[in-house]
């Protein structure tokens, strides 16, 4: 099974911060790549899928990038709704695999 | 509007069965991948099994395989996923899923099952 490590774990940033989170694939999966967000309580959503094509109605401030085996979700002017758990996902392959999670907490 | 609502979660003991169902509506189910995904209690995502439109191709995780089946009734726009010989490590919200070329769009809210005696 591939295997998907993001980094960091878990960061701290505050409300208007630029925050970045890294997902690393265990072997190549081209550009199939999804993050999601999940909040407490919640299912995930959707946030970007081919490593880097907004889904429809996530705001823009949420940008992916990557291909092959290097990835990132970028948020830029993190706003209050935003604190919340990321995932990466891969649909290269079966199994799908999730990475472990980023938390983005606040400072 | 898509709805996706699970049901069938519970309490079962270690070596039981139990049986989920997700009821799907405000789209044509016939035409999408469907899957599961589950979270243990204070843990991350973990892919199940999903489904083809027409049933006739299912996939698994290696931890669930030979235990859990996934199948669906297009006729009655519903999910299913069995459960065999369950154990405590299958402790999770289940959540259903509709997904496209891979992605996972709709999910529905969770159901609960534990497994303990």
């Known amino acids: 099974a591939i295997r998907l490590t993001q980094s960091p774990s878990s960061l701290s940033a505050s409300t208007g911060d630029r925050v970045t989170i890294t997902c690393r694939a265990s072997?190549?999966?081209?550009?199939?790549l999804a993050w999601y967000q999940q909040k407490p309580g919640r299912a995930p959503q959707l946030l970007i899928y081919?490593?880097?094509t907004l889904q429809s109605g996530v705001p823009s401030r949420f940008s992916g990038s990557g291909s092959g085996t290097d990835f990132t979700l970028t948020i830029t002017c993190l706003q209050s709704e935003d604190f919340a758990t990321y995932y990466c996902?891969?649909?290269?392959?079966?199994?799908?695999?999730f990475g472990q999670g980023t938390k983005v907490e606040i400072k | 509007e898509v709805q996706l609502v699970e049901s069938g979660g519970g309490l079962v003991q270690p070596g039981g069965s139990l049986r989920l169902s997700c009821a799907a509506s405000?789209?044509?189910?016939?035409?999408?991948?469907m899957s599961w995904v589950r979270q243990a209690p204070g843990k991350g995502l973990e892919w199940v099994a999903n489904?083809?439109?027409?049933?006739?191709?299912?996939y698994y995780v290696d931890s669930v395989k030979g235990r859990f089946t996934i199948s669906r009734d297009n006729a009655k726009n519903s999910l299913s996923l069995q459960m065999n010989s369950l154990r405590a490590e299958d402790t999770a919200i289940y959540y259903c899923?509709?997904?496209?070329?891979?992605?996972?769009?709709?999910w529905g809210q969770g159901s609960l099952v534990t497994v303990s005696s």
């Open positions: 899923a509709r997904d496209l070329i891979g992605r996972s769009v709709y």
């Open positions: 405000g789209f044509t189910f016939s035409t999408y991948w």
């Open positions: 489904i083809n439109q027409g049933g006739s191709e299912t």
């Open positions: 072997q190549g999966i081209s550009n199939s």
């Open positions: 081919g490593a880097s």
């Open positions: 996902q891969h649909y290269y392959s079966y199994p799908r695999t």
